[in-house]
């Protein structure tokens, strides 16, 4: 529970913008690309240029050509007489050919962008952003062409003219029914890309997690023996990382649809008042400064309280786990106020939180409350003296609203922001945590031959770094030793095991070991894993091809033949941690020894929760199965299995001796 304090006590502090824009660029990147090590960066950089010449290309021609053919076809270009404006600025001295050009560019972008060396899965999934990105633009064409039917309705009811009234009507009838679709198309699309993203982005950081023992020593750098920052991998992995990919894919996509929005809805303002541009520009620019403080503290607030969070989650499901314990303790009193505390913390931030998103909530509502005004305000004089029409007047009042819309993304997105500030923020410190492939060379593997594992000078330092526990030790290990480590508790004995085995790294010296598949490391208390019996009994390999007699042969070997009368099939599940007592569960241990039969086998006191004859019926069988043994313990009565004792003395000395009988 060390972990839980220190991590709610120590504040975390959110990534720098700068650091946040570089990690949502390498999660893109590698949902998109895959693995970037694979490109230059001058190919990605002219990639995304020429991506980006090409959306504008798209937003200039091809909205624009879509929205006159549809409504030319569609006979209701009378009820937006407004159009004329976009058409002369489409039809600008060499406007065609920058559009053309820009989306020549834009194929060329798509042709480089998708090589055929990129893995499938990444083809396909450029094919949907594509597909989803032309549903925003044409999407924006029909607001646009909303926005015109509004202010040409307007204009019919100013003029008392119903047939140009029902005109219009119809027209903003017919793009609704054209949005609906639409809707549906681009917000199922996104949704189903952001369940995609998250299935790749959430097994790329679980192979990572489980990679090279990295949860392991995550573990042990949370317990306080070699310290941390890592709390509660766990939930980066399972919350984390889905709260930040939705977030990330709404967003992504909120501000495409900004840019073409903004796009748009510029021209559509410029051919009303170039005044209305520049007040927005400089309206929306003091505004977002304004609330740019208050995004920051926000975000912070918002990464702690995750944290906080997890580790009360934590608190209570470490309840759960040791329930039996805190009963016979009578420990209700005192698990009760360590929850509490937790349930403290967690509550002051969260009423910070809410402070502040209630602030910042407060703040973009007054924000766009004086913002509505604006555009009457610069366009009241040219309409009172008639220079401006009431379905002008609407129309810039619209657009005015769609680019402020557009313009204040970040303060509308605020609270979004800072979710994903937090979400990415721990799910980076996770990934930096964990190696990446070939980040740590495995220990060198021995041939098949005689000598099973050679220690050379080998060191190993104290967990919380006092000192030596062992020094220089050198030792080799024949097929068929039986070597006992004993020595006084804290001495080093699993500490060395676990050096052996990989997944300690030494203070200095090296260890070379058989194949992985030919040695196992048996911990004092086994991992039993959700699943059946056979899943138990198969652990950590899939045996496929092991019959149900042999199973029950083996239950019987090491004293479980109980097991297959309780359950007569062996796929029934259990909860097998509370169902098996300790002592079972060591046994069940030692039966996926006569499964798996490796070479080499080092057991750290795997028999300690047996009786003396349930430890003796134990060793007999490894021993009739020919295993090289590496034990650690305490009973005398293990001198009888074993040839030779090496015993550590905790300060760096060691003796290695034969066993006399």
């Known amino acids: 529970m060390q972990s839980v304090r220190r991590a709610a006590s120590v504040r975390q502090e959110p990534p720098a913008f700068g650091t946040f824009l570089g990690e949502w660029q390498k999660l893109i990147g590698a949902f998109l690309l895959g693995d970037l090590s694979r490109w230059r960066s001058g190919a990605l950089l002219g990639c995304t ?4 010449l090409a959306s504008s290309g798209l937003v200039i021609g091809g909205a624009a050509h879509l929205l006159l053919a549809l409504l030319g076809k569609a006979r209701l270009a009378m009820a937006f007489p407004y159009l004329d404006g976009a058409l002369a600025l489409w039809h600008l001295p060499g406007q065609p050919w920058l559009a053309l050009g820009l989306i020549g560019l834009g194929g060329g ?21 594509l597909a989803l990105f032309t549903l925003l633009v044409v999407g924006t ?48 699309g996104q949704q189903c890309l952001a369940l995609v993203w998250r299935a790749s982005a959430t097994t790329a950081l679980q192979r990572r997690y489980l990679r090279r023992h990295a949860y392991d020593r995550l573990e042990r750098q949370a317990s306080g023996r070699q310290g941390g920052p890592i709390d509660n991998p766990d939930q980066r992995i399972a919350d984390d990382v889905n709260r930040m990919v939705f977030s990330s894919t709404d967003l992504l996509f909120g501000f495409c649809a900004t840019l073409l929005s903004l796009a748009a809805y510029v021209l559509v303002l410029v051919g009303i008042s170039a005044w209305l541009v520049l ?4 309206a929306t620019l003091i505004g977002n400064v304004s609330i740019a403080g208050l995004v920051r503290q926000l975000s912070g607030l918002s990464v702690r309280q995750q944290g906080l969070e997890a580790d009360y989650r934590f608190a209570l499901m470490h309840l759960r786990s040791h329930a039996e314990g805190v009963a016979m303790l009578r420990g209700e009193r005192a698990v009760a106020l360590g929850l509490l505390l937790r349930l403290g913390r967690l509550l002051r931030n969260l009423e910070r ?10 703040s973009s509502g007054l924000y766009a409350f004086v913002m509505q005004f604006v ?23 619209i657009a005015f609203g769609q680019v402020q819309i557009a313009l204040s993304f970040l303060i509308d997105r605020a609270d979004a922001f800072s979710g994903l500030f937090a979400s990415l923020h721990r799910v980076s410190e996770l990934q930096r945590s964990c190696p990446a492939d070939g980040s740590m060379a495995p220990s060198p593997a021995l041939p098949m031959a005689p000598t099973l594992a050679v220690i050379d000078a080998l060191s190993v330092g104290h967990p919380q770094g006092r000192g030596l526990l062992i020094e220089r030790l050198s030792l080799s290990i024949p097929a068929g030793e039986r070597l006992l480590i004993s020595g006084p508790s804290g001495c080093g004995k699993t500490t060395l095991l676990r050096v052996v085995a990989g997944l300690v790294d030494p203070a200095a010296g090296s260890v070379s070991l058989p194949r992985p598949r030919d040695w196992m490391l048996l911990p004092q208390q086994p991992y039993l894993p959700l699943g059946s019996l056979r899943q138990q009994l198969t ?24 097991l297959a009368e309780r359950y007569p099939s062996f796929d029934s599940e259990d909860d097998w941690a509370r169902v098996l007592s300790g002592g079972e569960q060591q046994r069940l241990s030692i039966a996926r020894l006569l499964l798996h039969r490796p070479r080499l086998v080092m057991l750290d006191e795997a028999t300690s929760a047996t009786d003396l004859a349930s430890e003796s019926r134990l060793y007999g069988l490894m021993l009739e199965q020919g295993f090289t043994l590496i034990s650690v313990g305490h009973r005398p009565s293990l001198l009888a299995f074993h040839r030779r004792e090496l015993r550590l003395d905790g300060r760096g000395g060691w003796a290695l001796e034969p066993i006399v009988a």
């Open 279 to 282: 007040a927005l520009a400089i």
């Open 539 to 562: 652990f950590p390999r899939h045996t496929a091809g092991v019959s149900d007699p042999r199973l029950r042969e083996v239950l019987a070997g090491v004293g479980l033949e109980h």
């Open 49 to 52: 240029v020429l991506a980006a």
């Open 375 to 397: 555009p009457y305000l610069i366009l009241s004089s040219a309409y009172f003296s008639g220079h401006l029409g009431l379905g002008q007047l609407t129309v810039g009042s």
């Open 109 to 129: 972008a798509g042709v480089a962008l998708l090589p055929a060396h990129l893995p499938l899965a990444q083809r396909r999934r450029w094919w949907a952003l």
């Open 353 to 362: 939180v809410i402070r502040w998103r209630e602030l910042v909530t407060q």
């Open 141 to 188: 064409a029909v607001d646009v062409a909303f926005t015109e039917g509004n202010g040409a309705v307007m204009e019919a009811l100013n003029a008392r003219s119903a047939p140009r009234f029902w005109a219009s009507a119809m027209g903003l009838g017919a793009i609704y029914l054209l949005t609906l679709p639409l809707q549906y198309l681009n917000g199922y």
